[in-house]
Antibody
């Protein structure tokens, strides 16, 4: 059974960097058959896909246009996890952040989710 | 981007009675490989979303058979034959046929 365990601070100051990690068990971050995603949820934006990474011959990264200038998703093969960094945050980035897995060829059918992390951007 | 619209926003239900949720997309979700990538998720209060149905009508293992998905093109429906108390929460559809993946705004199932 795949399990995704999220960690990271729940409070970030405006203009700083939001950093979260998603530790994977029951699968591999470098598996050729899966994709690792970050999704957030807020009352104003609903559920919003932010970005993804996957390995197929090399590492691939895709980001939502709304955040692509300030987002970084990084895999860590030594710890079997992947991380999210969102730079220059504002209060509008306050949301519950989720990591989620989908399988190649299923196009967004996220079958496993992390437990969610509420991140508040405030001074 | 594709626009995904769910209705209603809120659905008052009676336990034991049927319920139906609509999801409409601004473009056909029929993908070039012949599949339609429309997924339904359930989110109970305080929990992460849980996938119920993928590719319009394929129910995940462990999902009760009172849940069913149907539709094609731009119009899709999630039906519950007899609502149980554990079904209360918010339901989301997601389109994956067009980039980027887009969630609907959600439908809250409540008594």
């Amino acid at each position: 059974q795949v399990r995704l365990q999220q960690s990271g601070p729940g409070l970030v100051k405006p203009s700083q960097t939001l950093s979260l990690t998603c530790a994977i068990s029951g699968d591999s971050v470098s598996s050729n058959s899966v994709i690792w995603n970050w999704i957030r949820q807020s009352p104003s934006r609903g559920l919003e896909w932010l970005g993804r990474t996957y390995y197929k011959s090399r590492w691939h990264y895709d980001y939502a246009r709304s955040v692509e200038s300030r987002i970084t998703i990084s895999p860590d093969t030594t710890k079997n996890q992947f991380s999210l960094q969102l730079h220059s945050v504002t209060p509008d980035d306050t949301a519950v952040y989720y990591c989620a897995r989908d399988v190649h060829g299923t196009y967004g059918s996220y079958d496993f989710w992390g437990q969610g992390t509420l991140v508040t951007v405030a001074s | 981007d594709v626009v995904v619209t769910q209705s209603p926003l809120s659905l008052p239900v009676t336990l034991g009675q049927p319920a139906s949720i609509s999801c409409r997309s601004s473009q056909s979700l029929l993908y070039s490989d012949g599949n339609t990538y429309l997924t339904w998720f359930q989110q109970r209060p305080g929990q992460s979303p849980r996938r119920l149905i993928y590719k319009v009508s394929h129910r995940d293992s462990g999902v009760p058979d009172r849940f069913s998905g149907s539709g094609s093109g731009t119009d899709f429906t999630l039906k519950i034959t007899r609502v149980e108390a554990e079904d209360l929460g918010v339901y989301y559809c997601l389109q994956g046929s067009h980039w980027p993946p887009i969630f609907g705004g959600g439908t809250k199932l409540e008594i």
